[in-house]
């Protein structure tokens, strides 16, 4: 059974600087995918990252990156430069690639950016 | 193509009546989820579909529960004999598999609301 683990469920950060929101997975698939997403308080689910388990290279979209650590099952979301419009609830999430398993998801982290 | 649409938005019932709710997943898209949120949670799965054929249920779907996705397109979860604990946010999302060549994203709806009282 595939696991994600967020262990801070909130977060403070002032605006233009960067931030780290933790996440460690537990699973037994070979290949796998990690997603992160986020959720404003309007409620939609906003896809933000991609990380394939075999990608060499930790992925970037904007000012977002992962950082992905294989060997210690962990793929932090790094956001660059907050924004005031940063503060929602951001999700890490995974599932095996190819199989017939669902997106698994954490418990999320709340993150508030401060003026 | 809008992205995924789910009606309705907001939906208060009685405990005890049966509601039903609607999922109009991306046109191309061969998979469809629903989750279960509740306040301060992470979405929680409850079913998907590859195409027509219902892959997986979680144990949260109790008998009470049921989904279809009779042509393969647009998804409807029932619930019956709603209880007070059934009260939460249901998500509606889909993607596109091409049989393990990459991960792709789930592509969400913006959620119907369900309040019991």
């Known amino acids: 059974a595939q696991k994600i683990t967020q262990t801070q469920p909130g977060m403070f950060v002032q605006e233009k600087e960067a931030v780290t929101l933790d996440c460690t997975y537990d699973?037994?698939?070979?290949?796998?995918?990690l997603f992160w997403y986020k959720q404003p308080s309007s409620g939609e689910m906003i896809f933000l990252i991609y990380q394939g388990s075999y990608d060499e290279q930790n992925a970037t979209e904007g000012r977002y990156s992962l950082n992905f650590q294989k060997a210690r099952k962990s793929a932090n979301l790094v956001i660059s430069a907050s924004q005031l419009g940063d503060s929602a609830m951001y999700f890490c999430?995974?599932?095996?690639?190819?199989?017939?398993?669902?997106?698994?998801f954490g418990k999320g982290t709340r993150l508030s950016v401060i003026a | 193509d809008t992205g995924v649409s789910q009606d309705p938005r907001h939906k208060i019932t009685k405990r005890g009546q049966n509601v039903t709710f609607r999922c109009d997943p991306i046109?191309?898209?061969?998979?469809l989820y629903w989750y279960r949120q509740t306040l301060g949670q992470g979405p929680e799965f409850l079913t998907y579909?590859?195409?027509?054929?219902?892959?997986?249920k979680s144990r949260l779907l109790s008998d009470r529960f049921s989904a279809e996705r009779p042509k393969g397109s647009f998804s409807t979860l029932e619930i019956q004999r709603t209880e007070q604990g059934d009260s939460a946010m249901y998500l509606c999302a889909s993607s596109l598999e091409r049989g393990g060549i990459g991960g792709t994203e789930a592509f969400f709806g913006q959620g119907t609301r369900l309040t019991v009282v």
């Open positions: 699973t037994s698939d070979q290949s796998y995918g």
């Open positions: 579909f590859q195409n027509e054929a219902q892959l997986e």
């Open positions: 999430a995974m599932r095996e690639i190819g199989g017939n398993t669902p997106l698994v």
């Open positions: 046109s191309e898209h061969n998979r």
